[in-house]
C-alpha cells in the first residue's frame, strides 16, 4: 500500500485510531495494486503559462469533462434534431433555386414543372430515410455507409464511401456558409463585398462551439433551426407541363442536393440518449417530414408567384418567397431572413458533428492518422473538428463563396454512399435474417436501385460543372488511407512481440557518450546520469578553436576524474556531422565477435524559467535529438538542469561522497576510450580512427 500509517490519539486513553496517509490521495483514487486513476489535480499545468493558458481554454471552451461525464453530454431527440438535421432541412434553401436555374433555360413554361421535379426528389428522400433507419437500427455504433459497405461488401468498398462522405461534408460546411451569406444578402447588399471575411468568421464560431461539445452546440443551434421551419409554412398548387427529358434530369440532378446530410443521423447514433438506435431512426423519420414539405413547398410556393432566380449578388429564391409572403421590409421578412441565414450558418454544424466522428472511427481502423481518434478536454474529436474548418474555408476562399460554383461538386459523393449503404444492407438482410428481414430487404434493394440510378444521373449532368473533381478525389482519398493503413500495419508487425517471449535482463553493455559545450553545472548533471546508467562514459567535446579545448580539457580532468574527455576538432565548424561520424567510428571499432552494443547519447540541457529565454538555449541540444533518432542502437536520454535546483555532483559533494561511479562498479580506465579521430579532408564521416 502506497502511503504511510500515523497514530492518533482522542480525548479517552482508550480512544485511539490509525490515520492512514497516502501520498498519492490529492492526485490518484487508489483503485487497487499498482492501479490509479487520475484526478482533476493530476492534470494542473505546472507552470504560469500552462496554467494562464489552462484558464483561457476554460473560459472559451469550458471545463474538462471526464470519460463518464459522456452519457450526460448525449443529445435527447429535441437537440439531435437541431444538430444533426440543420443541414437536410436548410438544403430546400437552395435546392428549389438550382432546379428553377435549369428550367429556367426552357422558359417561363418549364417552370411549372419543378412542382414534378421536387415531388420526385421529395419520393426518393422518403426511401433513402426509410433505408437508413434501418442503418440505424443495424449499425447503433454510428459509420453509417463505410461501416455497413465496409461490413458486408468490402473493405474497399467502405473507404470508398468514407471517402465519398469526407468529401460531401466538407462542401455541406462550404455550400451551405455560402448559402447563409446570400441570405444576408437580401437584407444587406453590401454583405457580398465582405463574404470572404464572414465566412470566416462563421466557421471559426462553430468551430469554437463544437470544441465546447454536444450539449452546448445543441442549446445554441436549436433556436434557429426551429424558427425557419415554423416561418417557412407556405401552400400547395397543383401545376403541370411538358418539358425535354434532358432538361428534367438536369434539374433534378441539380434539386438533388436537397438529400446531403441525410445520412448523417446513421453516422452519429452514438451521440444520442438511449435507447441510441430507437432515438436516432425517429429523427431521421422527423427530419425527413420536415425536409419534403419544406422543400416541396418552397417549389410550389416559387412557381404560383413566378419567382425567379437572380444573378450572383442578388436574393436569393428563399429570399423572394419570404419578401412577397410578409411583405418586403416588414418584421416578419426581416426574422425570416436572419433565420434563414442562421440555420445555413448553422447547417455547418452537421459536419462538425459528422466528420470528426467518422474521422474518428477510420482512425481505429488505422486509415486516418490516429490522433483523428483522441477526444479533447471536451470529449470533442478536436483533430477532426479543426481539420474540417481549415479545408472548408480554404474551399470557400478557392471558390469566392460562390454557392452555384460549389454546388456542383456537391451531391455526387453522397448519392454514390446512397449506393453502398443500401447494397451493404441488402447483403446483411441476406445473411442475418431476422424477424421482418424479407419486407427490411425489399426496402434497401430499391432505395438501392434508384440512388445509383440518380448517381448516374448527377455525375452525367454535373460531370462538366466540376463534379469531375470528386471522381478524381475519392480514389485519391482512398489511396492516401491504404497508404496509412499500409504504414500503420507495417510498424504493428515490426513492433509485435512474440506471445512466447519472456523478457530478461539486458545481455549487452553499453557506453555512454554525452556531447559536452564546456563545463558547467548542466554537464556536471549529465555526468552523474551517465555514470548511473553504465561504467563506460565518456565526453565529448567538438570544437574549432583548439586553444579553447586544451583548456578545458585540463579544466575538465581536473573536477571531473575517470570521465574520459574526447575532443573533436571541427575545421568546418559543424557539430551534428562530428559527432555522428565519431559515434559510426566507435561502432566501426568494436570487436566483430561481440554482441554490439547500446549506445546511450546523454545530452544536457539547461531548462530557463520562462517561455521567451528558452528560445535562447538547448538549440544544437535540439539539432543533435534530430539527428540521432532513428539511429540504430542508440537511445537518446535528455537530461534537464534548473538552477533554483542543486545538481546531482553538488549534492554528491555535500554529502562527502567522491563524484565518481556507483558504488561497486569500478570506473572504465581512460586507457579503453576510443580517441578522436584524427582530422583528414573530406567528409567527416569517412575519417578513419587511429
Not at 433555360?105 to 422518403?126: F, K, M, P, T
Not at 460554383?405 to 449506393?419: D, M, N, R
Not at 510498424?491 to 512481440?497: A, D, P, R, T, Y
Amino acid at each position: 500500500m502506497i502511503g504511510g500509517r500515523r497514530p492518533l490519539r482522542g480525548r479517552k486513553p482508550a480512544d485511539r485510531r490509525v490515520r492512514v496517509e497516502r501520498p498519492h490521495a490529492p492526485y490518484f483514487r487508489y483503485m487497487g495494486p499498482n492501479t490509479l486513476v487520475a484526478k482533476p489535480a493530476a492534470n494542473v499545468a505546472q507552470t504560469p503559462a500552462g496554467r494562464f493558458m489552462a484558464r483561457v481554454r476554460g473560459v472559451v471552451f469550458g471545463r474538462p469533462l471526464s470519460s463518464e461525464e459522456e452519457i450526460t453530454e448525449r443529445l435527447s431527440k429535441v437537440k439531435a434534431l437541431a444538430i444533426f438535421s440543420s443541414d437536410a432541412i436548410s438544403s430546400s434553401a437552395y435546392a428549389t433555386e438550382e432546379i428553377l436555374r435549369v428550367l429556367l433555360v426552357a422558359g417561363a413554361s418549364a417552370l411549372l414543372l419543378s412542382v414534378e421535379v421536387s415531388l420526385a426528389i421529395a419520393l426518393l428522400l422518403a426511401v433513402v430515410s426509410l433505408s437508413y433507419r434501418q442503418v440505424c437500427r443495424a449499425y447503433p455504433n454510428g459509420g453509417g455507409a463505410y461501416v455497413v459497405a465496409r461490413t458486408n461488401l468490402a473493405p474497399i468498398f467502405g473507404l470508398i464511401a468514407a471517402a465519398s462522405l469526407l468529401i460531401d461534408y466538407v462542401m455541406t460546411v462550404a455550400v451551405s456558409t455560402a448559402a447563409a451569406i446570400v441570405q444576408l444578402q437580401s437584407l444587406w447588399p453590401a454583405v457580398y463585398d465582405y463574404r470572404i471575411v464572414i465566412a470566416f468568421t462563421s466557421i471559426s464560431l462553430i468551430t469554437i462551439a463544437n470544441l465546447r461539445g454536444l450539449r452546448e452546440s445543441g442549446n445554441i443551434f436549436a433556436v434557429p433551426t426551429y424558427l425557419f421551419v415554423a416561418l417557412d409554412a407556405v401552400p400547395f398548387p397543383q401545376p403541370l407541363e411538358l418539358v425535354t427529358v434532358f432538361l428534367l434530369l438536369k434539374a433534378f440532378a441539380g434539386g438533388s442536393v436537397a438529400l446531403t446530410g441525410v445520412e448523417a443521423i446513421a453516422n452519429g447514433v452514438p451521440a444520442f440518449k438511449p435507447p441510441e438506435s430507437k432515438n436516432a431512426a425517429n429523427t431521421m423519420t422527423a427530419m425527413s417530414v420536415l425536409l419534403g414539405v419544406l422543400f416541396v413547398g418552397l417549389t410550389v410556393f416559387a412557381v404560383q408567384y413566378g419567382l425567379r432566380p437572380t444573378q450572383p449578388g442578388g436574393a436569393s429564391i428563399v429570399a423572394l418567397a419570404a419578401r412577397t409572403a410578409y411583405g418586403d421590409g416588414s418584421v416578419l421578412y426581416i426574422l425570416f431572413a436572419i433565420s434563414t441565414a442562421l440555420i445555413l450558418f448553422l447547417a455547418a454544424n452537421t459536419s462538425f458533428n459528422a466528420f470528426p466522428r467518422l474521422a474518428a472511427i477510420l482512425a481505429e481502423d488505422g486509415y486516418m492518422p490516429r490522433q483523428f481518434s483522441f477526444r479533447g478536454d471536451r470529449l470533442a474529436y478536436s483533430w477532426g473538428i479543426v481539420l474540417l474548418a481549415a479545408i472548408a474555408f480554404g474551399l470557400l476562399w478557392l471558390f469566392g463563396g460562390d454557392t452555384h460554383a460549389l454546388i456542383p461538386l456537391y451531391s455526387v459523393g453522397v448519392f454514390l454512399c446512397f449506393t453502398l449503404s443500401q447494397a451493404g444492407m441488402v447483403r446483411h438482410w441476406l445473411q442475418v435474417r431476422e424477424p421482418g428481414w424479407r419486407w427490411r430487404l425489399i426496402v434497401n434493394a430499391f432505395g438501392c436501385v434508384l440512388t445509383a440510378v440518380v448517381l448516374i444521373i448527377v455525375v452525367s449532368e454535373k460531370f462538366r460543372d466540376g463534379a469531375y473533381l470528386v471522381v478524381i478525389l475519392v480514389p485519391v482519398l482512398v489511396g492516401m488511407m491504404l497508404f496509412i493503413h499500409q504504414q500503420y500495419a507495417r510498424s504493428n508487425k515490426q513492433l509485435q512481440v512474440d506471445p512466447k517471449l519472456v523478457v530478461k535482463p539486458p545481455q549487452r553493455e553499453e557506453r555512454i557518450v554525452i556531447p559536452i559545450p564546456g563545463l558547467n553545472r548542466a554537464v556536471v548533471q549529465a555526468v552523474q546520469v551517465a555514470r548511473s546508467i553504465g561504467n563506460d562514459v565518456r565526453a565529448v567535446y567538438i570544437t574549432d578553436d583548439a586553444t579553447e579545448a586544451a583548456g578545458l580539457r585540463e579544466e575538465f580532468e581536473r573536477q571531473v576524474p575517470n570521465v574520459p574527455l574526447v575532443i573533436v576538432e571541427s575545421p568546418y565548424r559543424a557539430l551534428v556531422g562530428p559527432l555522428l561520424a565519431y559515434l559510426d567510428v566507435l561502432d566501426a571499432a568494436w570487436p566483430p565477435d561481440k554482441p554490439e552494443p547500446i549506445t546511450f547519447v546523454v545530452i544536457p540541457e539547461y531548462v530557463a524559467r520562462s517561455w521567451w529565454e528558452r528560445l535562447l538555449y538547448n538549440q544544437a541540444a535540439r539539432r543533435l535529438r534530430t539527428a540521432l533518432l532513428g539511429r540504430p542502437h542508440t537511445v537518446v536520454v535528455a537530461v534537464p538542469y534548473r538552477r533554483e535546483e542543486p545538481s546531482v555532483f553538488e549534492a554528491a559533494q555535500a554529502a562527502g561522497a567522491p563524484p565518481g561511479p556507483p558504488s561497486g562498479a569500478p570506473p572504465a580506465p581512460a586507457s579503453e576510450a576510443p580517441p578522436a579521430p584524427p582530422s583528414t579532408d573530406g567528409d567527416a564521416r569517412h575519417r578513419e580512427g587511429s
